[in-house]
């Protein structure tokens, strides 16, 4: 082969009688970019054909005169060469052999010094079906004004022959709309103006009704103000509606204020329920109680991989909480099905954030769930440490007194003040030992009470606590507030019981065992799998402390007599039991035999079920199904039996039939993968391969796997649902709080469809009674 410069060539097609070299065309790069025989982009026909791909540029001037001499084109001498790369192709065939190279069955290159040379006017006429029709014609300047005449009098009756088809199918499409009247669309327009002052009230978080302190100033509220402020920056649809109104008129009843939020808050919900539905699979997720009007509601969370193959966690709706624990089921199911169109069936997961005595409630409201419907599996939640959702289950009432003491000291020392006089306390009382000083006002940075070490450090913060609180309830300097000050005072005499001394103690010696385990569940995937597979080790150490309990006891008995002693507090027994004690006339006990057998015993037994249920074995089956992922199975050597695992899943997958053969393709597809391929490390990545979609039982597994509420929510950047409720809660007042606005304010990056707000206003609400009567109270 000639070792001059070659170029690429595009595959083409014969045409004009001239072979092509096996159906290529020739491709120069840069402006020497040759291909394919040519015709006119009009239809003319010459010595080539019109090209499937894309026009490339012509060497030089030079070659041009040669192809248009040659091939005997009178017609495009005058044509530049510009003109010539836009509409015109040139076959390989043009060329002489020597300067075509064949470096593959799909690829034929072209030497630079390559000129077009060859060219065969005569096979045509050996074809008689085809003589006529190429025929090669000089065309004179008559012939080309006709050509010219007729190509614009095509484009001129196609593009009239367009605008009538789209002016039929408008037509087409408004008789099928309802026509509406000029009083139906203002007041479409009017209403749209009221949904679009809603939904931002909702996005900023501004409440409904701003907080007054004279009766004239209740009269009127946000969303009437900016009602006003709208038609004073010229809203001609509010201003038409409210022109004639008599001065003292609301704009809008408490009623329809009512009316108008349940529609937005109906209409966000139902975008997210689309979303599940074509997902199927889900899981629920409940948070802490809210009330609203006096009424405690349950915050329910769906979470479920959307067709982008995301993981999403969304919030839905309040449940009133209210009943016993089989109609608060009834009515959750209730809510589900018959209202949002899910089945329960389709649940693969249930968890519960309860805090005090909602705790005992909820489990019971878990376990029944799981008696009808077995896969809605009852799991620990990703938002929430291990042993804290351990602690909190534990109902006991010295554990729930310290699980709230902990809250209200999470929430006391979110202001900069507080925190200041928290870190001056640690200073003062570690002054003898700065490191570990240093080291505990590290700790605790803002959510430490949320950590997996929570009662480790509540532990060592316990005497410079105290110190801390004694300060500021004396407030020497009268920087803090009185609400302060009695909060301030109300911490403290918790801290300063023995009692509760001792059950940190007891809660830190005891959940010590579940640290590590909890902080692996949170993790990372491999984590994840390696916990579910130490779940037995665990409970091997909780068992061994329950086995040598008197030893055990007796030395966290003594650590929180020492801790007392640093605290200045009397080693005392429980006021309310001694008085229990003498009524019974019953002998004496002694503190440490109080100790073990009412907080240590109670305790270590109580983490010890709470461990087994959690972690069942149709729990534990599900999570090492995660040797899915590629980075397990690495991890695994390939070594893994997901199959002896599917069965609790078998039912939701596309053909189970034909797994065990699949799960053995995608173990060989990884092991054997090129060394420069890096295997996924998550849920998320895996699924977001283009080829999984050839492996669908792992793809349905892995989705199903993904809902779980225990794994934690991967590549999420924002604040999630519960994060943006709690925000929600913490930035507006109690009394303002708003059911509806709080689901706006959640759901801000969910669409909002104006349009879709006002048709289902029109259709629940029509306009019989346009003044609706009014209401003494804006609706809370």
């Known amino acids: 082969m000639d070792t001059t410069e070659t170029k690429d060539v595009e595959r083409g097609d014969h045409v004009a009688g001239l072979n092509f070299i096996k159906g290529e065309a020739l491709r120069v790069s840069g402006l020497a970019r040759w291909s394919r025989g040519m015709i006119l982009a009009s239809g003319a026909r010459g010595p080539g054909f019109k090209s499937r791909t894309s026009p490339v540029p012509f060497a030089d001037g030079e070659r041009c005169r040669i192809w248009v001499e040659n091939c005997r084109r009178a017609d495009l001498e005058a044509k530049t060469a510009d003109q010539l790369n836009k509409h015109y192709r040139l076959c390989a065939k043009h060329f002489d052999p020597a300067m075509v190279c064949k470096t593959s069955p799909y690829r034929t290159v072209l030497k630079d010094t390559a000129i077009p040379t060859i060219f065969d006017l005569t096979s045509h006429l050996k074809n008689p079906h085809t003589r006529h029709r190429k025929r090669i014609k000089e065309l004179t300047e008559e012939d080309l004004k006709k050509i010219k005449e007729r190509r614009l009098a095509s484009s001129i009756e196609q593009l009239n022959s367009k605008k009538d088809a789209a002016a039929e199918d408008s037509t087409s499409t408004n008789d099928d709309e309802p026509q509406l009247s000029t009083e139906e669309r203002a007041f479409r327009e009017y209403l749209r103006s009221l949904f679009e002052v809603l939904v931002m009230l909702g996005k900023q978080s501004i409440p409904f009704v701003a907080e007054k302190t004279s009766e004239v100033e209740r009269m009127s509220n946000n969303f009437q103000?900016?009602?006003?402020?709208?038609?004073?920056?010229?809203?001609?649809?509010?201003?038409?509606?409210?022109?004639?109104?008599?001065?003292?008129?609301?704009?809008?009843?408490?009623?329809?204020?009512s009316q108008l939020l349940d529609i937005c808050e109906n209409t966000v919900r139902e975008e997210?329920?689309?979303?599940?539905?074509?997902?199927?699979?889900?899981?629920?997720?409940?948070?802490?109680?809210?009330?609203?009007?006096?009424?405690?509601?349950?915050?329910?969370?769906?979470?479920?991989v959307n067709t982008q193959n995301t993981l999403r966690e969304e919030f839905v709706d309040f449940l009133l909480f209210d009943g016993d624990e089989t109609a608060l089921v009834e009515r959750l199911e209730a809510q589900l099905t018959d209202r949002w169109g899910l089945s329960m069936e389709d649940c693969r997961g249930q968890a519960h954030k309860a805090t005090g005595t909602t705790t005992t409630k909820m489990k019971a409201v878990a376990v029944l769930l799981m008696e009808k419907y077995p896969l809605a599996l009852h799991m620990s939640c990703s938002h929430m440490a291990l042993n804290i959702h351990l602690a909190n289950n534990l109902p006991f009432p010295n554990v729930q007194v310290v699980m709230e003491t902990l809250r209200r000291i999470g929430a006391f020392l979110r202001t900069p003040l507080t925190q200041d006089e928290l870190e001056t306390a640690i200073s003062t009382h570690y002054q003898k030992n700065e490191e570990k000083g240093s080291a505990l006002k590290q700790a605790c940075s803002p959510g430490w009470a949320e950590q997996h070490s929570v009662f480790d450090v509540l532990l060592d913060m316990l005497p410079p606590l105290l110190l801390c609180m004694d300060n500021i309830r004396e407030n020497a300097d009268g920087k803090f507030a009185e609400a302060t000050t009695a909060d301030a005072y109300a911490i403290a005499e918790t801290l300063a019981d023995f009692e509760v001394i001792v059950t940190v103690v007891i809660l830190k010696n005891v959940l010590v065992f579940t640290r590590a385990f909890g902080r692996n569940l949170q993790g990372e995937t491999l984590d994840v799998f390696f916990a579910a597979n130490s779940l037995t080790a665990v409970l091997h150490s909780l068992n061994e402390v329950n086995d040598n309990i008197d030893v055990y006891h007796e030395f966290w008995y003594e650590e929180a007599v020492n801790v007392a002693n640093v605290m200045e507090i009397p080693v005392t027994i429980p006021r309310l039991f001694l008085r229990k004690q003498r009524a019974a006339d019953v002998g004496e006990i002694q503190a440490e035999a109080y100790f073990k057998e009412y907080v240590t015993v109670p305790v270590i037994h109580g983490v010890m079920q709470e461990v087994e249920d959690m972690f069942s074995e149709s729990n534990l089956k599900a999570l090492k199904c995660l040797s899915l992922v590629p980075a397990v199975m690495g991890q695994m050597k390939f070594n893994t039996t997901e199959e002896n695992y599917a069965d609790v899943?078998?039912?939701?997958?596309?053909?189970?039939?034909?797994l065990a053969a699949e799960l053995h393709c995608w173990r060989i597809k990884w092991k054997h993968r090129g060394k420069e391929v890096r295997l996924p490390t998550t849920i998320h990545e895996t699924l977001q391969l283009p080829d999984v979609?050839?492996?669908?039982?792992?793809?349905?597994?892995?989705?199903?796997?993904?809902?779980?509420?225990?794994?934690?929510?991967e590549e999420n950047k924002s604040e999630t649902a519960s994060e943006q409720l709690?925000?929600?809660?913490?930035?507006?007042?109690?009394?303002?709080?708003?059911?509806?606005?709080?689901?706006?304010?959640?759901?801000t990056h969910v669409k909002h469809d104006l349009d879709v707000m006002v048709d289902k206003y029109c259709r629940l609400y029509p306009e019989d009674d346009p003044d609706p009567e009014a209401e003494e109270e804006v609706m809370k």
């Open 649 to 658: 899943y078998r039912n939701d997958l596309p053909s189970p039939d034909t």
């Open 693 to 713: 979609k050839f492996f669908p039982n792992v793809n349905s597994f892995l989705k199903v796997l993904s809902t779980l509420p225990v794994l934690k929510l």
């Open 225 to 257: 103000a900016l009602l006003d402020y709208r038609m004073n920056a010229g809203d001609e649809a509010l201003k038409k509606r409210f022109e004639a109104t008599a001065v003292n008129t609301e704009y809008c009843s408490a009623t329809q204020q």
């Open 726 to 747: 709690q925000a929600y809660l913490d930035g507006t007042p109690t009394k303002l709080w708003n059911k509806s606005l709080a689901m706006l304010n959640i759901n």
């Open 272 to 304: 997210i329920l689309m979303e599940v539905r074509e997902s199927r699979f889900f899981s629920l997720v409940t948070g802490d109680l809210v009330e609203f009007a006096s009424e405690k509601h349950l915050p329910l969370f769906l979470r479920f």
